[in-house]
């Protein structure tokens, strides 16, 4: 019987078992608050730094610069709340096909009169227009950028280091949501002018609940959230001990193979790509994502045809036991249509489907994914 096929990787990863392991001995033996001053206490924070250390390493940061959150949506709240609260930002540039942790965080510092909120423009595949950016930049008052590395929906990739270099030349605080390419991309904060980074451990095989926040140890900003003086007084509550441990094991096996996790899952995807094409007369891709090294290698988001059945897609292909995700392209503004499907004008009569993949995907998953969907399209559209 065929095992259930799953294709949401954007969404989260299946866990490690490596990582699992790793995690185990603290939610048993090592189970001593890290404040506490005894041995039990010692002994786990002891293991909590080193993973700071670790997750640091990953990323040429200094231990210092690591605050461990909820999640990557914390972590985005901390440092655009915390910017703007703080630095003296009084004006936002980002665009309309950035993850919610960020729009709608923006948009309440927007709505409380803390910012005016500016827009860059973005091409015909969603790309940010840096011509506009540079403008954007060139007037007003002091600007916090937040511009994500990868796309969750569409896949597509922003120049960290263009942007980093324009935010640099117009004194601009820069943050990046890298939740989908952390521990998928290397990322070396040393060679970018970034000032906040942000991690979530379940996107790369980690446990969920669990984040980080880089900080630029050029900046210092106020807590989010205040309480005791964990996360040296920038994030006050008891550290999810157990997920940290699993955070620094998944990051350390998503890169201490990079390149080969990389080269699979590309193929993989180059592989969707090939049979789609030769499968449908019509296929298109939303965005960037068939641009094979230009996106998110995760990432495909593809548009099939145009079908009576399309509002059953995902349903039908979850009956044919694939897990994959979508979002219908709500061009009106009213609908609670995907904002990144509307704001790259995607086709909403067509059926728009994010396929993304780990290093456990198969071309036999492929393959079979194929053959379900000309099972659910009409011969015709074949
Ligand atoms: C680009 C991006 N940013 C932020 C988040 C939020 O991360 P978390 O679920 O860890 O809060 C996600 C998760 O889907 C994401 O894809």
């Known amino acids: 019987m065929q095992n259930r096929v799953y294709l949401d990787n954007a969404a989260t990863t299946p866990l490690d078992k490596e990582v699992l392991d790793a995690m185990l001995p603290y939610m048993s033996n090592h189970f001593g608050n890290p404040s506490s ?15 700071r250390k670790q997750v640091a390493g990953f990323i040429n940061a200094s231990p210092s610069e690591i605050f461990f959150t909820s999640g990557g949506t914390e972590a985005d709240n901390c440092a655009l709340f915390s910017s703007v609260h703080t630095l003296g930002v009084k004006r936002a540039i980002t665009s309309k096909i950035e993850h919610h942790a960020v729009l709608h965080t923006l948009e309440q510092l927007a709505k409380e009169g803390a910012i005016e909120l500016h827009f860059v423009n973005l091409d015909e595949k969603g790309r940010v227009v840096l011509a506009h950016l540079e403008e954007l930049l060139a007037s007003g008052p002091r600007t916090l950028v937040s511009l994500m590395h990868g796309n969750n929906e569409i896949g597509n990739l922003n120049n960290l280091e263009a942007i980093g270099e324009l935010c640099k030349q117009h004194d601009a605080i820069f943050h990046c949501d890298t939740v989908q390419t952390m521990g998928h991309y290397p990322i070396d904060v040393q060679k970018l002018n970034i000032h906040f980074l942000v991690g979530a451990a379940h996107k790369f095989h980690g446990p969920k609940g669990v984040g980080f926040l880089y900080i630029n140890s050029s900046v210092k900003i106020n807590p989010l ?156 559209s074949h």
């Open 37 to 51: 001053i005894h041995s039990h206490g010692r002994e786990v924070r002891s293991a909590v730094e080193k993973a």
């Open 225 to 380: 959230i205040h309480g005791g003086s964990q996360e040296r007084n920038m994030r006050g509550g008891t550290e999810n001990v157990y997920g940290i441990i699993g955070l620094a094991k998944a990051m350390e096996i998503a890169y201490s193979d990079l390149e080969g996790h990389q080269n699979h899952i590309k193929a993989v995807k180059a592989y969707m790509i090939e049979r789609l094409k030769e499968s449908f007369t019509d296929i298109k891709f939303n965005g960037d994502s068939d641009n094979l090294d230009g996106s998110l290698y995760t990432v495909l988001n593809v548009s099939l045809p145009e079908s009576e059945d399309n509002d059953m897609l995902l349903f039908n292909l979850d009956i044919a036991k694939i897990s994959c995700s979508g979002g219908s392209a709500c061009s009106s503004g009213t609908g609670i249509g995907s904002h990144v499907l509307a704001a790259v004008g995607a086709d909403g009569n067509r059926g728009n489907v994010r396929f993304s993949f780990s290093k456990y995907t198969t071309k036999e998953e492929i393959d079979y994914t194929i053959e379900k969907l000309l099972a659910i399209y009409p011969v015709e």
